[in-house]
């Protein structure tokens, strides 16, 4: 039976109608693929040939990379400018003057994957300057390997299985939630969406369920401590210190398996600073009641306790201090290593966090070794574009931006991730040149000097191998190729012939023959693993392997709580460091040597009348800005634009009613969005979630975005010089209605020559 998967879900493919059906065992099939095979399809929006910007051709030097008209050419022609300028800049600034971007939603394909098809060509081209960390979790991605000396995806890999949460936990504190929303995807694939049924069985049972979040729909089920936006930390830090104050610390497990107790412990009492961290003082800051947080504080030690972060937590100003102090109020509790308590990092994030399935390696495409060894935090790109030769702190060294001259992205859209976007805009007409390989005219390729037509992946075969998810799938193709979009590789490979490095980049293998070697490959994997894998003919065949013994149920650090001499963190001291001498002698102001509450460089509480602060999650109609043409998108727009919700009290302060279009504003930006109610958000907050397509456009004179993208507003800054992580939830915007005009969107392909 042919099937396919995506990063939202995996599917039978019906041939004769042409469409999708979720696959057998789904409990909960996501919402975002339904709108999958209209955006595939949509040809307004597709790029149909190799195309070259007209400004570029005429060598404006990149000061028209937005709204400039574009020119059809033939694959032979685009190659060869694209072989030229690589040739170019390698020969005349070298490899580090070029930057590989790409990002790995792109695909949920093992070997189809933008970002490793991009780069292995530029390795064997000489080498790039690449990005560390992710948007998603870049300060945990940092901070983790120094308080618990395991890599993010390490952790994640042994948070506590979500059934064993449901089975011992009596007391949840989910900061962030845990959204049924964000759970529809996975990096990779994924045959199954369980959150919302494990949600189902939590809130049912004996979990006294607490979500800390701004938002009501973040955790439905839930008992709603409505916190004011980037304060978590301040109500962490205070049930820290009421558990100690009233002796309730777990002393034995404070001692064997922390250090660093009594530096944070004095913080706490204000012995360092004059403040003391009490339920009153974080009253103010958070808008929590102060007895809900003597009582919490209490009941946290009384019964079998979990603390849960989303990574929302970490996307702020300071965003290592919540995830940072959630830990060490877990350490204080005592409860690390036992089922159904301790701490979670990730709940609902991505469905396979907590999933209880074993855990297997398989390969991937191998991308070779990058001989240039210079790289910039994933989201210090605007930065490294506008000031080359400068230095910035991170994770403990002093660097030094690169002289960026090309650009190539692959299989991402920048203008979606980023923050402040019209800073970015500026920022990216800096290079000499920028290559984009994409299947529509998204804004970076709409910014792109020489556009390469890809195919999606409804329009090539595959394997969905996710290492935590208990299913392979055979990802057969629904569509033909539109138009004359090739697949990365091909692209890649033809590129590499006209280079002279063809057969090191392809291994004489199309790309029918590396699925094969991939799945020879595996195959080995399997084996080592106790089971054995179809042969690829009839794996082809039947489109679906499920693993024999699928579940692994884990307990996170249980092994280092039972026994932390015999089973040390690779940390300074071999355990969880609540006061970390390392960081510390980093001598940096804004992420100092153990949990620290410092204010957001914007939040409510220093804010001025009228002011709200911008929440921008994912919305549950696409991933990211993927889908963002396809019809469940397109449908929940209000009068085209994105919907922003506000509580009914705020619009009607405000003289707004449901469907007005309204404008957002702040220093750095404004932009349109429709407008939609939602009783369960703070008043003094608007959310708009992140994804639509970025289209800012001069209207009266000013520019305004005007599609209602929230990254038109968000800040641009590292949340500190440890982990220079994105702080896209640290915002505070204006909202007025628009009673003028409604421009008219400009989303589709640019003009073509």
């Known amino acids: 039976m042919p099937y396919t998967a995506a990063h939202w879900g995996s599917y039978r493919i019906d041939r004769d109608t042409g469409t999708l059906l979720p696959v057998e065992g789904d409990p909960q099939p996501s919402r975002i693929g339904k709108g999958w095979t209209s955006a595939s399809r949509d040809r307004n929006s597709r790029i149909m040939r190799p195309a070259i910007r007209k400004g570029w051709l005429e060598g404006d030097g990149g000061a028209g990379r ?35 971007g790409s990002y790995g939603w792109s695909s949920a394909g093992r070997f189809h994957h933008a970002q490793s098809q991009m780069r292995r060509f530029l390795n064997l081209a000489g080498g790039f300057v690449g990005a560390r960390e992710t948007y998603s979790h870049a300060a945990a991605e940092v901070l983790f390997p120094h308080i618990l000396g395991l890599s993010n995806r390490a952790f994640q890999d042994e948070v506590t299985a979500m059934p064993s949460v449901s089975g011992a936990c009596e ?30 069985n939590l809130a049912n049972g004996k979990t006294r369920l607490i979500s800390v979040s701004p938002r009501r729909g973040d955790l439905e089920k839930a008992e709603w401590w409505a916190i004011r936006p980037g304060t978590d930390t301040a109500l962490l830090l205070a049930l820290c210190q009421e558990i100690i104050a009233t002796g309730r610390a777990n002393d034995d497990f404070l001692k064997r398996c922390t250090s660093g107790y009594d530096t944070f412990r004095d913080y706490l009492a204000g012995k360092t600073d004059g403040t003391a961290k009490s339920a ?26 979990l603390i849960s972060m989303t990574w929302s937590m970490q996307r702020g100003d300071h965003g290592e201090q919540p995830i940072w102090a959630g830990l060490a109020l877990a350490a204080i509790i005592g409860q690390i290593g036992l089922p159904g308590g301790g701490y979670a990092f990730g709940y609902g994030c991505t469905t396979p966090v907590g999933r209880p399935t074993r855990l297997i ?16 935090p994933v989201a210090r790109i605007a930065d490294m574009l506008l000031n080359p030769g400068s230095q910035y702190a991170y994770n403990g060294e002093t660097r030094t931006y690169a002289d960026i001259r090309l650009i190539w992205w692959t299989g991402g859209n920048p203008f979606h991730h980023h923050q402040d976007l019209h800073r970015l805009e500026k920022a990216w007409q800096r290079p000499e040149t920028v290559i984009v390989n994409e299947h529509s005219w998204t804004a970076t390729a709409r910014r792109a000097d020489i556009v390469l037509p890809a195919t999606t992946p409804l ?75 179809p042969d690829f003919e009839t794996f082809k065949a039947e489109g679906r392997f499920d693993i024999p013994d699928e579940e692994e149920v884990r307990l996170a650090l249980s092994a280092f709580a039972a026994d932390p001499e015999g089973s040390p963190l690779a940390t300074e001291s071999g355990r969880i460091t609540l006061f970390n001498e390392k960081i510390a002698a980093m001598g940096l102001a804004d992420c100092p040597g153990h949990p620290t509450w410092m204010p957001p460089v914007e939040w409510l509480g220093a804010a001025k009348d009228g002011m709200l602060q911008l929440i921008s999650g994912q919305p549950d109609t696409r991933l990211h800005s993927q889908n963002d043409r396809g019809s469940e998108s397109l449908a929940d727009k209000v009068k085209c634009r994105e919907a922003a919700y506000l509580h009914p009290e705020t619009a009607r302060a405000n003289g707004l009613a449901e469907r007005d279009i309204i404008r957002l504003s702040n220093q750095r930006g404004a932009c349109l969005a429709g407008l939609r109610f939602d009783e369960g958000l703070r008043p003094d907050c608007i959310f708009l979630p992140t994804g639509a397509w970025y289209d800012p456009q001069i209207v009266d004179g000013a520019l305004l975005e005007v599609h209602g993208n929230p990254n038109a507003l ?37 003009p073509i020559a």
């Open 361 to 376: 390696p398989w390969p991937s495409l191998p991308q070779g070794i990058n001989p240039v060894s210079d790289f910039i």
């Open 171 to 200: 007391l949840m504190l989910a900061f962030g939630g845990i959204s049924p929303r964000t759970a529809q995807v996975a990096s990779s694939g994924t045959s199954r969406h369980e959150v919302a049924p494990w949600l189902e």
């Open 66 to 100: 937005s709204g400039d008209r574009y020119l059809e050419v033939s694959w032979d022609e685009a190659l060869e400018h694209c072989a030229s300028e690589l040739t170019r800049v390698r020969e005349t600034h070298g490899n580090g003057a070029i930057f590989g």
């Open 459 to 533: 329009e090539r075969e595959d394997i969905m191998m996710n290492r935590r998810d208990p299913a392979l799938i055979y990802m057969s193709a629904l569509d033909a190729p539109m138009g004359e979009a090739l697949d990365d590789h091909e692209i890649f490979a033809r590129l590499a012939g006209r280079m002279g490095f063809g057969e090191s980049f392809t291994k004489g293998k199309s790309a029918a023959e590396w699925l094969e070697h991939l799945w020879e490959r595996a195959e080995k994997v399997a084996e080592a693993h106790g089971f054995a894998l």
């Open 714 to 750: 968000t800040i641009d800054k590292g949340c500190s010089g440890l982990s220079q992580g994105n702080i896209a939830h640290t915002c505070l915007v204006r909202v007025e209605k628009w009673d003028r005009p409604l421009p008219a969107l400009s989303i589709d392909r640019p």
């Open 280 to 305: 009153e003082w974080a009253a103010d800051i958070c808008d929590i009641p102060a007895d809900t947080i003597r009582e919490t504080a209490l009941e946290l030690t009384e019964k079998r306790s």
